[in-house]
């Protein structure tokens, strides 16, 4: 169960942070309407706020860079808590910025799993 965790933890990482690199309006596909989005404070609610938020962010092309993922069993819903931290490379910024990004993925009834929650906070200091 562990190892399945991880493996689905990890595969999610790398199709979200792919999508939100490469094709960020593709994200929108990864929410439902009761998909709950904190972004560096700020609360949307449902798929259309939440991919407004993410594609008006005061940045296009931009790089993740993954240190860890953490990955344990939500046992009320058989989901799955993510927990990323990393850089975030702008184009044309010479400096990386540290984040953090927590997710709480749900299985559906097609066997995908979809995001409920996501906070995202950059870490300064």
């Not at 999610?12 to 094709?23: E, K």
């Not at 860890?68 to 184009?91: A, C, E, H, N, Y």
């Not at 990386?96 to 300064?124: A, C, E, K």
């Amino acid at each position: 169960m562990e190892e399945q965790v991880e493996m689905v933890g990890r595969a999610f990482v790398d199709h979200y942070y792919n999508l939100f690199d490469n094709d960020r309006p593709s994200l929108s596909s990864l929410y439902q309407p009761s998909s709950i989005l904190t972004f560096e404070g700020q609360m949307v609610h449902g798929v259309e706020d939440i991919a407004f938020k993410l594609n008006q962010l005061p940045f296009g092309q931009c790089l993740h860079e993954i240190s860890t993922i953490d990955s344990q069993p939500s046992v009320s819903t058989g989901g799955i808590m993510v927990f990323v931290s990393g850089s975030l490379r702008l184009t044309g910024e010479e400096h990386s910025l540290r984040f953090s990004q927590m997710f709480h993925l749900i299985p559906t009834m097609q066997g995908s799993f979809f995001v409920q929650n996501d906070i995202f906070r950059l870490n300064y200091g």
